[in-house]
DNA sequence: AGCGGTACCGTGAGCGCTCACGAGAGCGGT
DNA sequence: ACCGCTCTCGTGAGCGCTCACGGTACCGCT
């Protein structure tokens, strides 16, 4: 599986100590810079190291001193920017804390997810992330381990998670659109699971508050061109739509290209208003109006999170679990 | 330093055994799906594994089966697009080796990247990355560990790197400009330790083998902002400039900005042509021209060259160390 | 009864390191 | 000469786990 194969037996710690002359203790205590060692023993012993090649090694380190705490931190795409920043965010709070978070990209594929839940269990102290593998399959997997979930509903009381609140933040995006005169808005959802996302239940309930028919939905992938062609869908089924809620931001993205592609001004001809709030939605044309939400916060509450589990304090208050959303203008809508 | 304090003594396997009435080995075998064990008891065992919360230490497992391997990737900003998608490419050639990456962000300060040099020595077993201290520091702090340096000039044998080969690329970009006619070219150069970059040089031969002036040079922190505030100074000190060359994308992709707030229009009054290619520029408007390398390729030769370190490989071939780069036309030039 | 074989399970050792202790040397003070 | 103390260094134990053994029970067969 690794390295090691018949190779030559590692240098330790006390080959170290004999080729320099001395007791292991000794050698510990030149190289972690302890004291009660004289300087001259020392450079000797720090010398006759490097001349062997010596480094120590992490398990027996880790064994006896159990100071080191490592998440799992687990995406289906580092390359989505959501997910970037949410790695970023739990990166940002594990150093904090001085823990190590030892990343991985399943690639939205749930073979792989399946892999690597199965070597992580061994591997880290916790899981932080986002899983889409069945509940139960998730805590065989991970025997006992604290999990974080981010961004999912889960019905066992064995896993924590972080929670995005959209109603608000979805609320004032519609009734921007219908202060904006918009009568017929559409919505790209995205398509996972069969069932409609809890962002589409956001956009039913603030579209019947105001009155109005929610029943114009296309489904896309989470990409870019799953926007585009989603947005074509939609137009092609319902033509009097003049503004489109999105999934998230990458599809309003994709969006935004489908509508120049087919010759519609935004938001004169079509307004788009995302979700998320990416830094990438004010870098394309014309910046995109959306459903902001804190996406490193979201990363580091999760670490937080897992770091309360970890230490069994207590249970956090619900706002320590949610992010809020609010409507960001630019120029999209 | 973690979790641990005084808190209650953790679970073992001895624990376990005992409050199963079984042997260690039993449970070890119970909990690894080893055979030569009863049904009955196993399912016994597990249970009161998991009753008891048990959970096996990493840190003894690791050191008796020594067959775990983690690489340290250090980066300056996760949120740096073309660091991202290095990061993707180690991640993967990583999943291949079924290799753990601990990933951290120094945010580009010096003294985070010394922090992270100094904790990570004793919890990976290689370190790949963007690395910006001194050789020596970076040499005192692994002391001895595997290091594969990206995309940077080093002068000890010390360690490895990954080269960027730039030349034709960027001198295929110089002459895409000439040939449309333009003159008069500047570039936007990233403000890196005072001395010009690499790719200032390619840059600088690329124009003389043209016959050109390379003197119109700004200097761009980088982020998006820092192109656009570069680019209007370039513009201001060199107002005949028609064409830019860039750093990176990101740079290219403020300068696209600023052009375009200045009432430029991009390409007709200012061409405009980045480095690193980007998934990025293909979603500015418009698409930005640029001289591609394959990044997450970066990412992967990092992590190949750190598993031929760990394994006393022989040395590899020049090409296996660098990645070429190649025009990409767009619509920005 | 005796034998080999199989299925289970336990025992010692050891992975490489650090921690708590104790030991010796040297030195000054009384 | 004695005690105190400081500085330096070594020794046993143990962190929690797995591996290579060895042992017991029970089966069927000659």
Redesign the pocket.
């Given at each position: 599986m690794a390295s090691s194969g018949t190779g030559p037996?590692?240098v330790?710690?006390?080959d170290v100590a004999q080729a320099a002359g001395?007791?292991?203790?000794?050698v510990?205590r030149a190289?972690?810079d302890k004291?009660?060692?004289?300087?001259s023993?020392?450079q000797r012993v720090l010398d006759t190291a490097l001349a062997l090649g010596y480094r120590?090694?992490r398990f027996?380190?880790g064994?006896?001193?159990q100071d080191t705490v490592s998440v799992g931190l687990v995406i289906p795409d580092l390359l989505n920017p959501f997910f970037t920043e949410v790695a970023a965010g739990a990166l940002e709070a594990a150093r904090d804390r001085s823990w190590h978070v030892v990343v991985y990209d399943t690639g939205d594929r749930a073979e792989e997810e399946r892999a690597t839940l199965e070597v992580i269990a061994s591997q880290v102290d916790a899981v932080v992330g986002y899983l889409s593998l069945p509940e139960d399959e998730i805590d065989k997997l991970t025997r006992g381990l604290p999990v974080v979930l981010i961004d999912r509903e889960h019905r066992t009381q064995r896993f924590s998670s972080i929670r995005i609140d959209g109603e608000s933040g979805v609320h004032a995006a519609i009734r921007h659109l219908t202060e904006a005169g918009h009568r017929h808005i559409g919505m790209l959802d995205h398509a996972e699971r069969s069932e409609p996302s809890i962002r589409h239940r956001w956009f039913d309930a603030a579209m019947s508050a105001c009155g109005l028919d929610a029943s114009s939905v296309a489904r896309a992938d989470q990409s870019v061109e799953g926007g585009e062609d989603a947005l074509q869908e939609l137009l092609g089924r319902y033509p009097g739509i003049t503004a489109v809620f999105t999934f998230n931001d990458i599809i309003a993205i994709g969006a935004l290209r489908a509508a120049r592609r087919t010759g519609r001004q935004v938001p004169r001809d079509l307004a788009v208003i995302g979700f998320d709030g990416l830094r990438l939605g004010t870098l394309v044309e014309p910046p995109l109006t959306t459903v902001a939400l804190d996406t490193r916060r979201l990363g580091a509450l999760a670490v937080e999170q897992a770091a309360r589990l970890l230490t069994g304090g207590g249970p956090p208050h619900a706002d320590e679990l949610t992010v809020r959303t609010e409507l960001r203008l630019r120029e999209s809508a």
């Open positions: 037996r590692r330790t710690i006390d001395v007791s292991r203790q000794t510990s190289l972690n004291g009660e060692i004289g300087v023993t020392k120590p090694s027996a380190r064994l006896v001193r």
